[in-house]
């Protein structure tokens, strides 16, 4: 049986699909998933022992018109759109697939045979449960709001040196890693925060900081550096650089992004900051028990109405409490 799934968004999205990965190759161990990806959150599913074949969805003028032959040659058994709501992306890519049977979320338009619920009906859930409301047609019961399945993260090989070798370079042994990134600057802890925050926290002597950033904020963790030289930066070359990065921490900081999801794959101790949106929230809180979470005030689209007291406090109890050493 060929399995077509279709998930474009971004890596907090894609990384939080993956436990639909195991339970389809658990329950049909025979089966081919082909996995149709974005250019940039392919790289969750590099070195996934569960995908069969990526294929790229490549909207760039060099590529468009042989990634849209490419799906036109393929010819799946299932093909599964998880999103629940309207895209005309995903109204595109479902037409030029060819399956036995397709299924999503229809809206307007009916392209789907099997239509999986609108957005509004399932609000209640989280990101995770809704995908795999998507495959209770191969027999898979979405799961409960307490036994929601983590993410699988399979950092490769050439990762995990790369971080020994960082990791051994700086001297670094228990660490902590700080992501200070964020898509939506307004996501994002200011330069200013940060700073006083470092300097008003004290650590155990043995614990480090590691920070992780994007590429566009570079300057950031340059600057933040210079004001904290006991801190070290990791320049990642990948996202399975991060991830291997996590795997070895003791512990994740981070506004809400992926790598709340990627703290949650390995169970690590995480202190996350999220907006005062409480739908937002029900979506994507971090699958982890061991978590503390500090909210922004009631319709805060960002973080910026989380003070520096209360950074410092969640701080202080969340080394104390979780990654003391």
């Not at 990965?21 to 049909?28: A, D, Q, T």
Request: charged fraction near 20%; aromatic fraction near 12%; proline fraction near 6%.
């Amino acid at each position: 049986m060929n399995i077509g799934i279709l998930q474009l968004g971004t890596f907090g999205d894609l990384i939080l699909c993956t436990p639909i990965l195991s339970e389809l190759k658990r329950k049909f161990p025979y089966s081919k998933i082909y996995y149709i990806v974005g250019r940039r959150n392919q790289q969750v599913l590099w070195n996934n022992p569960f995908v069969d074949e990526l294929i790229v969805w490549d909207k760039s003028f060099s590529k468009i018109l042989t990634t849209i032959h490419s799906l036109k040659k393929s010819k799946f058994d299932y093909y599964v759109d998880p999103k629940d709501h309207f895209s005309r992306e995903s109204l595109l890519i479902a037409h030029l697939i060819k399956a036995n049977t397709k299924i999503g979320y229809n809206g307007k338009i009916k392209v789907f045979d099997i239509e999986i619920p609108y957005s509004i009906a399932n609000h209640k859930l989280h990101f995770t449960q809704r995908i795999f409301q998507a495959f209770e047609t191969f027999g898979i019961s979405t799961p409960t709001i307490n036994n929601i399945p983590k993410p699988q993260l399979f950092p490769s090989n050439d990762s995990k040196r790369y971080v020994a070798e960082f990791l051994l370079s700086s001297k670094v042994d228990k660490f902590i890693v700080w992501n200070i990134s964020a898509s939506n600057p307004n996501k994002m802890l200011s330069e200013n925060i940060l700073v006083a925050t470092f300097k008003e926290c004290s650590y155990p002597n043995n614990l480090r900081i590691v920070l992780t950033y994007t590429p566009k904020h570079k300057n950031i963790a340059l600057k933040i550096k210079s004001a904290c030289p006991d801190f070290c930066i990791f320049a990642s070359r990948d996202f399975l650089d991060v991830a291997a990065l996590v795997e070895q921490s003791i512990g994740v900081i981070t506004p809400d992004t992926a790598m709340v999801h990627v703290a949650s794959a390995f169970d690590k101790p995480l202190l996350a900051f999220y907006s005062g949106l409480d739908d937002f929230y029900d979506k994507f809180f971090p699958i982890n028990r061991r978590s503390i979470i500090i909210r922004a005030k009631p319709g805060d689209f960002g973080i910026q109405s989380i003070t520096l007291p209360q950074i410092i406090d969640s701080l202080t109890t969340f080394v104390k409490n979780y990654v003391a050493v």
